[in-house]
């Protein structure tokens, strides 16, 4: 028996070989798919698990031959592939970055669980979200979450936000950025993002240019 998450999990420790190969249309109903295996639950997000593996069985067939074995299985969202789960192929195709597996995965979703606005909430607070030297992380679906420490209570971008994340490229690697801010620094004492708007601030660009 094949477990279609399995083969999900597979595909998306694959990807780089794999999903040039898919067919423009196959890649669109693979997408549907997957959509639909994030939304449903139970027996339709297993049925949506069970259709998007065959489509790749069907499109990959020297890769995932044995169509007749492939059966959806109670619980099966659990399986994995290489540290690789069903939903990085989720990200890989619907959120349309990289960080997946069993490394990037754990800090994509630290990451996208601190405390974020949406483009339109950036707006409203009179912030451009798509101006120079702001961090935004593409969440489920591909939808910009901009990570509130970077804005002043006024909605205003924090000076030091921006002069840091230009020092660390955030336009070009937004992840790298926002791990920088968010995780303990040994040269800081203290998680970056705590020093904003205290007696430490000024600490924060120095320790990024030697960063």
């Known amino acids: 028996m094949t477990d279609p998450y399995a083969r999900l999990a597979a595909a998306a420790a694959e990807w780089d070989d794999l999903g040039p190969r898919l067919e423009p249309s196959a890649l669109r109903q693979l997408a549907l798919l997957l959509a639909a295996l994030r939304l449903a639950k139970g027996d339709v997000a297993e049925r949506a698990a069970l259709l998007a593996a065959r489509l790749l069985g069907e499109q990959l067939p020297d890769r995932f031959p044995g169509e007749s074995r492939l059966t959806a299985v109670a619980a099966a969202g659990s ?6 789960v069903a939903d990085d192929l989720a990200v890989l195709v619907l959120d349309g970055h990289r960080m997946v597996g069993p490394v990037l995965g754990e800090v994509r979703d630290r990451l996208l669980a601190a405390p974020a606005v949406g483009d339109a909430e950036a707006l409203e607070g009179g912030c451009d979200p798509y101006g120079p030297g ?5 969440g489920a679906g591909g939808f910009v979450r901009l990570p509130v420490f970077q804005f002043a209570p006024d ?9 840091v994340n230009l020092l660390l490229g955030a336009d070009r690697d937004p992840w790298g950025a ?5 995780s303990p ?4 004492g203290d998680v970056p993002a705590a020093l904003l708007g205290g007696p430490d601030e000024g600490l ?8």
């Not at 702001?134 to 593409?138: E, Q, T, Y």
């Not at 926002?178 to 968010?182: G, K, Q, T, V």
């Not at 924060?204 to 960063?211: G, M, T």
């Open 185 to 188: 620094h040994p040269g800081l």
């Open 134 to 138: 702001l961090i935004r992380l593409r």
């Open 79 to 84: 399986a994995g592939h290489r540290g690789y």
């Open 178 to 182: 926002a791990d920088w801010w968010l």
């Open 155 to 163: 909605g205003r971008v924090r000076p030091v936000v921006r002069e």
């Open 204 to 211: 924060l660009r120095p320790a990024a240019e030697r960063d």
